[in-house]
């Protein structure tokens, strides 16, 4: 059984960071790509960030510079910095992972529950 778990949301002021952490556990043979979605009240869940197991990322354009992804493949690991914060940033924050869970079986995205991420002054 695979576990995809994510913390470090929370409320914070614009302008202000945050870093959200991801950590998949359990049965996995092998990880490919994880990222981070969010889902704004009313909106469609988008994607944010997503960085391969050799490390190559992708943003959406609008979290560029603000925003940076990262991975620690030896602990199934992937975190998100967020800085300068803006209420346009508020949603539910998801952490995904594409992985084989077992050899020969095959690839499949990987959901976490979500964490809150509130930018309010």
């Known amino acids: 059984q695979v576990r995809v778990v994510e913390s470090g949301g929370g409320l914070v002021q614009p302008g202000g960071s945050l870093r959200l952490s991801c950590a998949a556990s359990?049965?996995?043979?092998?990880?490919?790509?994880m990222g981070w979605y969010r889902q704004a009240p009313g909106k469609q869940r988008e994607l944010v960030a997503t960085i391969t197991s050799g490390g190559s990322t992708n943003y959406k354009d609008s979290v560029k510079g603000r925003f940076t992804i990262s991975r620690d493949n030896a602990k199934n690991t992937v975190h998100l910095q967020m800085n300068s914060l803006k209420p346009e940033d508020t949603a539910v924050y998801y952490c995904y992972a594409d992985l084989r869970p077992q050899r020969g079986m095959p690839i499949s995205d990987y959901w976490g529950q979500g964490t809150q991420v509130t930018v309010s002054s």
């Open positions: 359990g049965s996995i043979f092998s990880i490919y790509t």
